[in-house]
């Protein structure tokens, strides 16, 4: 078995880079330990995309797969502008066709074990395909799978050692809601226009919300929050961040961005044992919220929770040491590159475990992320592609949403089709 290119995860940026490698015949192997592509997008439900002004560069698989999914009713664009609202069930079936169309492969349910390297080249990747070890040859390879595994197994420098983090979310839905009374009740409760807003699309209700404890602005959903927890339908942690999404062709739900899972120290995200803890703790929480929900919020009377992610939404962990380290810096004064693989204005966004201390800048102006962000330091043939590019902490927050993750990987593909 031999592959132009293997691209180590099938999420977010990981299918659009294999995407745009098969559109232009590559022999193209995605290697997804889940049992279906998305990533973050569909095994955490984070939906939906952040919008940015970017979208003007390697935009290609963001249209695509947009189009795709407005066709089946599975995608809008809300009163903002923003494009991206979309539902992560169809999301997955979606990608399915997008990989088949570009004739690239697909391998589910199994990760790498190990990579062989000679000198500064990665000639082979060994998977586990049911406990037995399988070797895949390869000329290149995209590490794609948010935390670096590739990159790990390959001896990569990191550039987080002085590990900073973000809170974890295990985001949910609820279906079950009766939306014309809730967004009635609503847009009557909440007037800042910013926070609230409600929209008629394609002749169903859209609407978003939200409270934190991270801003001390005054939130009108505050005072329900405290009621709760004087009356223990809630903890007093429960209330530190509280958003909702309506998902398109998911009538009478909504998309839970929460809760926030931490512990008193902050977790480990690349350890197991810390994770399946937060994973049991955001479940309980999970069921409080819908409790607290049923009773407090009007058209919840038949509400139920319908999804839980299987997965829990990590904003940051493992950080490549690139041919460039991009910076805050950078960031903030737009420097500009000769070969941009991402153009953003989406702001710096550092969610805190602790009370008041979040940060999301508004105004910023334009950037550019420059390819050598993506290419290993250590190895010639190792690409990355989302979260876990060479960014500092700061820098990274503003780069990690969708929209950028996609561009990160149509980028990393048209780089590797020129020098292939
Ligand atoms: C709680 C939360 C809320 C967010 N909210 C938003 C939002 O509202 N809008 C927005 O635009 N962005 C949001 N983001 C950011 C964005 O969703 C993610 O940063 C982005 O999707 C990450 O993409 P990725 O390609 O780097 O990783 P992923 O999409 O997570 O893809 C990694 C893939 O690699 C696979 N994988 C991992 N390890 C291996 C391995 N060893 N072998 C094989 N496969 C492997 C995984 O299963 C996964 O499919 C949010 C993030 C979080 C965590």
Redesign the pocket.
């Known amino acids: 078995m031999e592959y132009d290119v293997i691209v180590?995860?099938?999420?977010?940026?990981?299918?659009a880079a294999a995407y745009m490698l098969g559109k232009y015949n590559k022999k193209v192997l995605v290697?997804?330990?889940?049992s279906f592509?998305?990533?973050?997008?569909?095994?955490?439900l984070?939906?939906?995309?952040?919008k940015t002004s970017g979208n003007s560069v390697n935009n290609e698989f963001f249209v695509e797969f947009i189009k795709r999914m407005k066709q089946k009713n599975a995608a809008i664009t809300y009163i903002d502008g923003n494009e991206?609202w979309f539902n992560p069930e169809i999301a997955k079936i979606v990608l399915d066709e997008m990989m088949s169309d570009a004739k690239v492969e697909v391998l589910f349910n199994?990760?790498?074990v190990n990579i062989n390297i000679s000198g500064r080249y990665i000639n082979s990747i060994d998977?586990n395909n049911n406990l037995l070890s399988v070797s895949i040859d390869t000329k290149y390879v995209i590490d794609?799978?948010?935390?670096c595994?590739?990159g790990f197994l390959s001896n990569c420098e990191f550039i987080n050692k002085n590990f900073e983090n973000?809170p974890?979310?295990l985001?949910f839905i609820m279906g079950g809601i009766d939306l014309n009374s809730f967004s009635r009740w609503l847009r009557d409760f909440d007037e800042d226009r910013n926070v609230t807003s409600v929209a008629n699309i394609n002749n169903d209700i859209h609407l978003s919300t939200a409270y934190t404890w991270d801003l001390s602005k005054k939130w009108a959903l505050k005072p329900l929050f405290d009621d709760a927890v004087d009356n223990n339908i809630l903890e007093n942690e429960d209330r530190n961040y509280f958003q909702v999404?309506t998902i398109p062709n998911m009538s009478g739900s909504l998309a839970f961005?929460c809760p926030?899972v931490y512990f008193s120290n902050d977790i480990n995200v690349l350890d197991n044992f810390d994770l399946s803890k937060a994973l049991q703790k955001g479940r309980r929480v999970i069921y409080r919220m819908s409790e607290f929900c049923k009773k407090y919020f009007p058209g919840f009377e038949n509400a139920f929770i319908s999804n839980i992610a299987d997965?829990?939404?990590?904003?940051v962990s493992r950080r490549i040491k690139g041919k460039y380290i991009y910076t805050i810096d950078d960031l903030k004064s737009g420097k500009k590159f000769e070969n941009p693989v991402v153009v953003s204005n989406?702001p710096v966004d550092i969610?805190s475990s602790k009370k008041e201390k979040s940060v999301l800048e508004t105004q910023m102006q334009e950037y550019q992320l420059p390819i050598e962000a993506l290419m290993a330091a250590d190895i010639d043939n190792l690409f990355v592609?989302?979260?876990?590019l060479s960014a500092d902490f700061q820098a990274q927050a503003a780069l990690?949403?969708?929209?950028?993750?996609f561009s990160?990987?149509v980028g990393v593909a048209k780089h590797i089709l020129t020098i292939m």
């Open positions: 180590v995860g099938g999420g977010t940026a990981g299918c290697i997804e330990k889940n592509l998305g990533g973050t997008m569909t095994s955490a984070v939906t939906p995309m952040m991206g199994s990760e790498i998977i794609s799978t948010g935390n595994d590739v973000q974890t979310n985001r999404f961005n926030r997965s829990l939404g990590i904003r989406y969610h592609a989302g979260r876990c990690r949403i969708i929209p950028s993750c990160m990987g």
